[in-house]
């Protein structure tokens, strides 16, 4: 690691920060809590703690340009971090490997209306996620549109409209605010139709329909608000169930195979580039401002693809280093983890320094 000269003054204000951001949340002793945390809590929360470090305002925005709800966050090949955010309008913002702002792409772009998600596949294309057109939109990595999946509600209307209410089976081609989409290494797109519809839907790499599965209802295979997705390479499919603190696991013909139900409430899924692969999920603080809620949530967990807890790290808050409402996260290298945050209107990068069993147990790590 490189490491630079920097003053005395400096380095203190640095100290300080990371010692603040270590600073543990005072906890209700557990028979004292209420019977909505005793819900949340998540089954893992003994999990070991993760040692980690919040790199201080590694984002840097240009003058007068302003982050919002960093609602979709994801890093390329080449290292720069992509991040969608709910502004006065719906923007996505890219950064290089140091942080620095580089560009704008999709503005003023019709699909932009009220974002929720942003993934890059493996070819770095940009895939955002928009509820409020009730689209998913793919640009290449020069930023120019190449693929749209749903369709924006006609405009202009006279007044408000009514929500579309939910439909089962749904048009197979239309989307009632989908909530995340993935890519698997052929080229397949899976997309969650989650706060409406309750389903999960396959497309092959042209945008053809193939498959959905799912219907709402906490039963195996079924989803309770399907919030967010990730494929692994070999194709299996993990769908956070949020509202029922479920992950579900289908293989990539979208049979359902296992669900998880350990880790709380998955806000935010990523899975690391491998060759050995991890999945971390974001057990956020509710972005509702329930502070008791806040004692026993605000956690990412970091698993074996099986479901085995390796460790944790994080608590609520809104310092540097702590999390108010992690809505997204990428783990493209397993100890570098990159959040988005609703409530704190911001986006944070934090390095993992994991313990032996906490790590690779495959080739060490990266």
Known sequence: MKIRQIGLVAAAMLAAVTLYAQIPLVRTPPDQLTPAQLQLKAKADNAPDIPNEVVPNFFKMPPNMYMGEAIGLAENSKGHVFIQTCTERTRVFEF????????EIGKDLFGNVYCHGLRID??????????????????NPEGRVTMVLG???????SGLTPAVKAQDPAPKYLFNRQTDVAIDLAGNIFVSDGYVNARVVKYDKYGRYIKEVGHRGSKPGEFNLPHDLVVDKQGNVYVGSRSDQRILVFDNDLNYKTEFNHVGAPWGLCITSGPHQYLYSSNANPDSQQTPLHEVTGQIYKMELDGKVLGKFGVPGKEPGQFGTAHTIDCRNENVVF?????????QKFILHPTASQTASQGGTK
């Open 96 to 103: 290089d490997p140091q942080g620095n702002y580089v560009r």
């Open 122 to 139: 493996h070819e770095d294309n940009i895939w955002v996620v928009d509820e409020g057109s009730n689209t998913i939109i793919k640009f």
């Open 151 to 157: 369709r924006r509600p006609d405009y202009p209307v």
């Open 339 to 347: 959040t988005g945050e609703i409530v704190t209107w911001r986006a």
